[in-house]
Each structure stands twice: as C-alpha cells, then as structure tokens.
C-alpha cells in the first residue's frame, strides 16, 4: 500500500513539474512574488501553504487534487518551494486520513 502512494506521488511531481515548463511562464507570472520573503516568513508561508493543500486534498475525497489554481497561502513561493509544499500537503492529508480511519 504504501508503495502505491510513493508512486503516485511520484506520478503527481512528474506531471506537476512537466507542466510547469510548458505552461511557457504564465503560472509563474501570476504567483511572482512582491519581495523576497526572509527565512522565517518563509516558513510560515510554506505551513500555511502545505495546510491549505492538505485542506483541498481533505475536501476531495477519492480524487485527484489539482495543483491549479494556487492556493493564495503559496502565492509567494516559488515553483519548486511550492511543488515541495505540495507533496507536503498531500502526505499531510495522507496520514490524516490513515489516523481517521484506524481510530
């Protein structure tokens, strides 16, 4: 079972950064950043961007969880931060729903 999800996850990355490079820069453009977040703005944003993936994964029970459109909580992270708070988000909601469904 849990080979299953490595490899959907994997599946998930792989189609997540393959679109990213033919998107021709358009998602990159709406999610450029003001400013440079400093390392600790940084954190935050990514919690609150890994939380509201796991949130969106939590309300789409049984299907695929689009990574389009991004959340506002990413919208200052850049491409590969946001793929890895992606990921993040998605085992969040993973081993919450293991947690629910043993107690």
Do not use: F, W
């Not at 703005?41 to 969880?65: F, L, M, Q, S």
Request: net charge positive.
């Amino acid at each position: 079972m849990r080979i299953r999800t490595v490899k959907a996850a994997t599946v998930v990355a792989a189609t997540l950064i393959l679109t990213g490079c033919s998107a021709g820069g358009e998602a990159r453009d709406r999610r450029t950043p003001s400013g440079t977040p400093g390392p600790a703005e940084k954190a935050e944003i990514t919690r609150r961007c890994v939380n509201a993936i796991a949130d969106r994964a939590a309300a789409n029970k049984g299907g695929a969880v689009r990574s389009e459109p991004v959340p506002e909580p990413c919208a200052r992270l850049s491409d590969a931060d946001y793929l890895d708070a992606y990921m993040k988000g998605l085992e969040q909601a993973h081993q919450a729903a293991q947690e629910s469904s043993r107690g």
